[in-house]
């Protein structure tokens, strides 16, 4: 596979062909994140209805996936892994499957072991780096002859991405064309203290008490695998790492888990094309990551960073809000036809 040409260090961000830079609709990174979490993002069900399926990707752990097809033969399978707490019905996830639908690629939205619809069918928890489960469905999609295959991830699902494509290295050519990653917390212990911040109290509030009732569930379904563990204990996500996720995954404790399952550990053995998308002023993610000398010294890596978007927001001035969606469709559209994305300044 062709990679697309490395941007000369004079250009700041890469944007594909016919798109127009981003134009923020909010220069608050706040006020963009939030904008972004809650603006409506239909799907068109009736043109595009939605299928479930269930992977069984290892023993009493099934995926639930929706499924969405455009009319006749698909021009591509693209698997979309949310963010932390988030599921298949997460919004960015939405107006991504639509955008990719009317472009005529099939979109499957994935559940993450015990999210959303997949919580009744994977007794278990889910972490920042566990992969197995997305290669397994890509693994299955080759054997059934489905492609070409794209990934693509948000925050923790950026996470995923990218880990897997770097542990998979040369192989990882022949599961998947390309992948993309956006908003994507590649050093996790860094991203856990960012958003410890105060700032940032209103996100870091919503999933500690998401990460403590869904623990909770477990417990009341299965106490001798998920011991109690006192609320008042769980403060902070680093908490929560610390005596739940840590151990149960045998990681030890956080700091081990996040110096061991960051993505950034991976991305040197990155050999497909893959798009990270950044806003510098994200509140949970330093934009000082992205400079690390493993990522920017890999060729097959393209950072597209703009000045304003917050967390996963991206809404543009204009008629095409979604700006995200076109970033992403461009992208595997280009992998797709073996073309290269244009470079242009920003």
């Known amino acids: 596979m062709r990679i697309p040409p490395r941007p000369k260090a004079t250009e700041r961000a890469c944007y594909t062909r016919n798109l127009r830079p981003f134009v923020p609709l909010f220069r608050n990174a706040h006020l963009a994140t939030l904008a972004g979490n809650f603006w409506p993002r239909p799907l068109d069900e009736r043109r595009f209805p939605s299928r479930l399926r269930i992977y069984a990707t290892e023993a009493g752990v099934g995926i639930a996936v929706e499924e969405n097809r455009p009319p006749g033969e698909a021009r591509g399978e693209v698997l979309l892994l949310h963010g932390l707490e988030g599921s298949s019905r997460s919004g960015y996830l939405i107006s991504l499957a639509q955008r990719l639908l009317e472009a005529g690629f099939a979109v499957h939205r994935m559940n993450l072991r015990g999210c959303g619809l997949s919580e009744p069918h994977s007794p278990t928890l889910y972490h920042s780096g ?198 992403l469709c461009g992208w595997f559209e280009a992998l797709r036809n073996k073309s290269s994305p244009v470079i242009v300044s920003n």
């Open 130 to 327: 566990l992969t197995h489960d997305a290669r397994f469905i890509l693994e299955q999609w080759r054997a059934e002859g489905r492609g070409p295959r794209f990934l693509a991830g948000f925050s923790l699902g950026g996470n995923v991405v990218l880990k897997l494509a770097g542990e998979l290295g040369e192989a990882a050519a022949g599961l998947v064309e390309g992948v993309a990653a956006v908003s994507t917390p590649i050093d996790l212990h860094a991203c856990v203290r960012a958003i410890g911040k105060p700032s940032n109290w209103i996100y870091h509030q919503k999933f500690v008490r998401s990460l403590r009732r869904r623990y909770a569930r477990r417990h009341r379904m299965d106490p001798a695998r998920f011991p109690a563990v006192d609320p008042a204990a769980i403060r902070t996500i680093f908490d929560f790492d610390n005596r739940i996720t840590a151990p149960f995954f045998g990681f030890g404790d956080a700091p081990n888990y996040y110096a061991t399952q960051s993505a950034l550990r991976f991305v040197e053995g990155i050999r497909v094309p893959a798009l990270l998308v950044q806003a510098k002023d994200d509140p949970m993610i330093p934009f000082a990551l992205f400079s690390a000398p493993e990522l920017r010294a890999n060729p097959c890596i393209r950072l597209l960073a703009v000045e304003h978007g917050g967390h996963l927001g991206f809404l543009a001035r204009g008629a095409q809000r979604f700006w995200l969606d076109a970033v």
